[in-house]
């Protein structure tokens, strides 16, 4: 069994984010989220930086965003500020 270490709910949210990157917006699939960061997946081929706003909804405030952990098209973020 896996130990959850995250210290909030966790809410499925399967919606799409958008990354607010200085090449542009890139859309990201949001897998879950919590009051502190979120789970989401990017395009393969999509250079993500360790720092960036994200909208984890169409029209929502973007958030300040920290890169937690990395697996393959998955990212773990921890939201700043």
């Keep these: 069994m896996t130990e959850d270490r995250r ?4 809410k499925n949210a399967f919606t799409f984010g958008t ?15 919590t009051e502190t960061g979120a789970q989401i997946e990017v395009e393969n081929d999509q250079a993500v930086p ?4 994200i909208r984890l909804t169409d029209g929502a405030d973007p958030r300040k965003a920290a890169v ?4 393959s098209r998955r ?4 939201f700043e500020g």
């Excluded at 607010?20 to 859309?27: I, P, Q, R, T």
């Excluded at 360790?50 to 706003?53: K, N, T, W």
């Excluded at 937690?68 to 697996?71: E, F, I, M, N, T």
Aim: aromatic share 12%; hydrophobic share 55%.
């Design 7 to 10: 210290g909030a709910f966790r």
């Design 19 to 33: 990354l607010l990157l200085a090449c542009g917006e890139v859309g990201c699939l949001v897998w879950d989220a």
């Design 50 to 53: 360790d720092r960036f706003p």
């Design 68 to 71: 937690a952990w990395r697996k």
């Design 75 to 78: 990212i773990g973020v921890a």
